[in-house]
């Protein structure tokens, strides 16, 4: 859901159906929503647990919550937190996801699912339906009350509505990248629906197994939402410390220089040394081209080429390969300030977004020391530095 266009209004937030949802709204939404999965899991671990001659291999945990129950309280409130993360999903999601049906679609599809553990948590069982046989006979017999039957129709409800979100967000995402992943989950849904309720035949399996595993992906497409929400609203990464230069100083002429590349941790890895040169071609006043080649010192050479121009009279933007989404330059007095910008790198064929934090200082000789910390998931990854001139310098 990272780098959706449009997807708060200049005012902040987005109102739909009276709602105002803010980033921050959405955020706190999202973060509740994950929190009750594992929340959930504990629950029917624990009331399992309390309950006498329960099998959490062969029993669902919807009986754990049933009215012959020893302790249905624990499990009939973990269905009402389970039911409110689902509901909780439905705001955030019009906050992220661009203005189309299929938003409200997928919007929707949440509140039914969530709608439909609600009921079956506050409408449980008569009894057990998995090894009780009397129960079983009861049900068969038509000699249980209307609770059953309900709590049975809001779990096929949950089923349905909650195994369709995968092709609504998706739909509301295309043709954007993080559709891919929804879609992905989309085409999964109906075929782990199916073998969740067919493995106890099928496969052998207790019916409690295939019902936990089943739950499994149903946590864990929560989580994925949850994730795409707060990629989507995350805050701008404040700018770095100030850069005593003009933009089209550095970015605008040739540069020459040698420096070093250091793994985390530190300690533990010698520097790569490599020489570092830049040759910029101009293409007008406002756009001009620049080829960043780095040669270490055991062989492996790099290239990287960017576009630079002038978006605006405080801001220039870099766009390359090797940087997702451009990395912003913004303009202030005395230099300018390089933002925290986005910076791929292949390892094998797995290509990762490491986050790069620049650090310059300019010598009285015109050089300038350079400094890149890059991070992974806020974890820090590996040091560049080096020192620079420009290619005309002495």
């Known amino acids: 859901m990272e780098g959706q266009a449009e997807v708060y209004p200049r005012g902040g937030g987005v109102t739909r159906l009276g709602l105002r949802v803010s980033p921050t709204l959405a955020r706190r939404l999202a973060w509740a929503a994950a929190l009750a999965q594992p929340a959930f899991v504990a629950a029917w671990i624990v009331a399992g647990a309390r309950q006498p001659?329960?099998?959490?291999?062969?029993?669902?945990?919807?009986?754990?919550?049933?009215?012959?129950?020893?302790?249905?309280?624990?499990?009939?409130?973990?269905?009402?937190?389970?039911?409110?993360?689902?509901?909780?999903?439905?705001?955030?999601?019009?906050?992220?996801?661009?203005?189309?049906?299929?938003?409200?679609?997928?919007?929707?599809?949440?509140?039914?699912?969530?709608?439909?553990?609600?009921?079956?948590?506050?409408?449980?069982?008569?009894?057990?339906?998995?090894?009780?046989?009397?129960?079983?006979?009861?049900?068969?017999?038509?000699?249980?009350?209307?609770?059953?039957?309900?709590?049975?129709?809001?779990?096929?409800?949950?089923?349905?509505?909650?195994?369709?979100?995968?092709?609504?967000?998706?739909?509301?995402?295309?043709?954007?990248?993080?559709?891919?992943?929804?879609?992905?989950?989309?085409?999964?849904?109906?075929?782990?629906?199916?073998?969740?309720?067919?493995?106890?035949?099928?496969?052998?399996?207790?019916?409690?197994?295939?019902?936990?595993?089943?739950?499994?992906?149903?946590?864990?497409?929560?989580?994925?939402?949850?994730?795409?929400?707060?990629?989507?609203?995350?805050?701008?990464?404040?700018?770095?410390p100030l850069i005593p230069m003009r933009p089209r100083d550095f970015f605008g002429r040739a540069w020459t220089g040698r420096g070093e590349l250091t793994y985390w941790p530190l300690w533990l890895w010698r520097p790569r040394g490599f020489e570092f040169q830049r040759e910029v071609d101009w293409i007008s006043d406002e756009v001009w081209l620049a080829r960043d080649t780095v040669r270490f010192d055991d062989g492996e050479v790099e290239a990287h080429d960017m576009v630079a121009r002038m978006a605006g009279p405080d801001r220039v933007h870099v766009m390359g390969d090797d940087v997702p989404g451009g990395a912003d330059m913004l303009l202030a007095e005395g230099g300018y300030r390089m933002a925290p910008y986005r910076f791929a790198v292949r390892v094998g064929p797995v290509r990762f977004g490491l986050r790069g934090h620049d650090e310059v200082r300019r010598e009285a000789d015109g050089s300038l020391d350079w400094t890149i910390r890059f991070t992974w998931l806020g974890m820090p990854v590996a040091r560049l530095c080096g020192r620079v001139r420009p290619e005309d310098a002495p």
């Open 53 to 240: 001659a329960y099998s959490q291999a062969d029993q669902a945990f919807s009986e754990l919550a049933a009215r012959n129950a020893a302790h249905p309280g624990l499990m009939r409130a973990a269905y009402v937190v389970f039911a409110l993360s689902l509901v909780a999903l439905v705001p955030a999601l019009w906050a992220v996801l661009p203005r189309r049906p299929a938003t409200t679609v997928a919007a929707g599809l949440f509140a039914l699912a969530g709608l439909g553990v609600l009921v079956a948590g506050l409408v449980p069982l008569d009894c057990g339906l998995t090894v009780d046989r009397g129960c079983i006979h009861a049900f068969h017999a038509g000699e249980l009350s209307w609770r059953t039957t309900a709590h049975l129709w809001a779990g096929g409800v949950f089923d349905l509505a909650f195994a369709l979100t995968p092709f609504a967000v998706a739909r509301a995402l295309w043709p954007r990248y993080p559709a891919q992943l929804a879609t992905l989950a989309a085409g999964l849904a109906i075929p782990i629906l199916a073998a969740s309720t067919l493995a106890g035949h099928l496969l052998g399996v207790g019916e409690g197994v295939a019902q936990r595993l089943g739950f499994a992906t149903v946590h864990l497409w929560v989580l994925l939402v949850v994730a795409g929400i707060l990629s989507a609203t995350r805050p701008a990464p404040a700018p770095g």
